[in-house]
């Protein structure tokens, strides 16, 4: 099977265009338009998407929850509970095309104040959504999300009041930094959040490595790992973690074999190491990221209108 080079993949040139996508969403955090159609501080919030846009609806509900700006919750739009009160609705959707994020935004049309944060404008969802955020300059040409996803939660950071020039430098130390050569190598992944807010990123890191890599990978709440998860860990295992890990984790995950990695750098930057190393193993593998097994760029069910 022919693969092409890593430096001619669009997921690999999408991946190294982050740290210029993260300072463009920080600018554009500051435009009124934008800070209106956001959440403001003391809003019930319910912030929704589907797979890669599920998991930073995760990693955005707990900081904005724990920065005190008022009660988050984060669901898969098909499980949206629809008996429940909230002051506005945040779809996350690169595409625009998710049918269940439109059939979430239609059934609340008129009810409850909804905004969308969308790769591609002029879709149905920023036809239903009453206020768009276009963040076009991150759209992506590749089937697997990474700058769509990454730029929307750094906009969604900066609009929480967060500073994140030292995050965007971390990102691209993130994307220079050589990776391990063994870590690729490994048969088995398993990403753990250490802080509650990082359990969708390390969500979001296992869906990588399965979409691009078609590997064996898990995530869970760092705390979670010794409660059954440890079980799977042996010689051929990597455990990532990101965010800081609960005390004395590292020392169990090398008691049986693991390979430990926890780096002191924003987990988001850490994301996009597992960018790169998803395309790694892929290519290892003899695969093309650029086209991913069995996906498409957006799940678009029949009878869908
Ligand atoms: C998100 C998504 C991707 C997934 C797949 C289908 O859609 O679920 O995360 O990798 O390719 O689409 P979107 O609503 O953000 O466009």
């Known amino acids: 099977m022919h693969t092409s080079s890593a430096a001619q993949l669009h997921t690999t040139a999408e991946i190294a265009s982050q740290p210029d996508?993260?300072?463009?969403?920080?600018?554009?955090?500051?435009?009124?338009?934008?800070?209106?159609?956001?959440?403001?501080?003391?809003?019930?919030?319910?912030?929704?998407?589907?797979?890669?846009?599920?998991?930073m609806a995760?990693?955005?509900?707990r900081l904005r929850e724990d920065a005190g700006l008022g009660e988050t919750d984060a669901f898969a739009a098909?499980?949206?509970?629809?008996?429940?009160k909230y002051d506005r609705v945040v779809a996350l959707s690169r595409s625009g095309t998710t049918t269940e994020v439109i059939d979430v935004l239609r059934k609340l049309r008129s009810n409850?104040?909804?905004?969308?944060?969308?790769g591609a404008p002029g879709t149905p969802v920023t036809e239903l959504a009453d206020q768009v955020v276009p963040l076009e300059f991150a759209d992506e040409r590749s089937v697997v999300q990474t700058r769509f996803a990454t730029t929307a939660l750094v906009l969604l950071r900066a609009h929480l009041g967060e500073s994140l020039e030292r995050?965007?430098?971390?990102?691209?130390?993130?994307?220079?930094?050589?990776?391990?050569?063994?870590?690729?190598?490994?048969?088995?992944?398993?990403?753990?959040?250490?802080?509650?807010?990082?359990?969708?990123?390390?969500?979001?890191?296992?869906?990588?490595?399965?979409?691009?890599?078609?590997?064996?990978?898990?995530?869970?709440?760092?705390?979670?790992?010794?409660?059954?998860?440890?079980?799977?860990?042996?010689?051929?295992?990597?455990?990532?973690?990101?965010?800081?890990?609960?005390?004395?984790?590292d020392l169990d995950v090398a008691a049986v074999g693991g390979r430990w990695v926890a780096r002191d750098r924003d987990p988001l930057a850490e994301l996009v190491?597992?960018?790169?190393?998803?395309v790694e193993v892929a290519q290892l593998r003899g695969l093309d990221?650029?086209?991913?097994?069995?996906?498409?760029?957006?799940?678009?069910?029949?009878?869908?209108?």
């Open 21 to 55: 996508c993260w300072r463009r969403a920080i600018t554009l955090a500051e435009e009124p338009e934008v800070v209106a159609a956001l959440p403001a501080a003391g809003e019930r919030v319910a912030v929704i998407g589907c797979g890669t846009s599920w998991f």
């Open 58 to 61: 995760q990693a955005y509900a």
């Open 78 to 84: 098909s499980e949206f509970p629809f008996g429940r």
């Open 112 to 118: 409850v104040p909804t905004t969308a944060v969308i």
């Open 167 to 249: 995050v965007v430098l971390d990102a691209e130390q993130a994307l220079f930094e050589p990776l391990a050569a063994d870590l690729a190598r490994s048969e088995q992944f398993t990403f753990l959040g250490g802080t509650a807010w990082t359990t969708g990123l390390a969500a979001e890191a296992a869906l990588k490595m399965r979409e691009a890599s078609l590997s064996w990978a898990e995530s869970y709440p760092a705390a979670e790992y010794r409660h059954g998860p440890i079980a799977i860990t042996d010689e051929g295992s990597l455990v990532w973690v990101f965010g800081t890990p609960p005390v004395g984790l």
């Open 273 to 278: 190491a597992v960018h790169r190393l998803a």
């Open 289 to 305: 990221p650029d086209t991913p097994r069995n996906l498409t760029r957006s799940v678009i069910l029949d009878g869908t209108p």
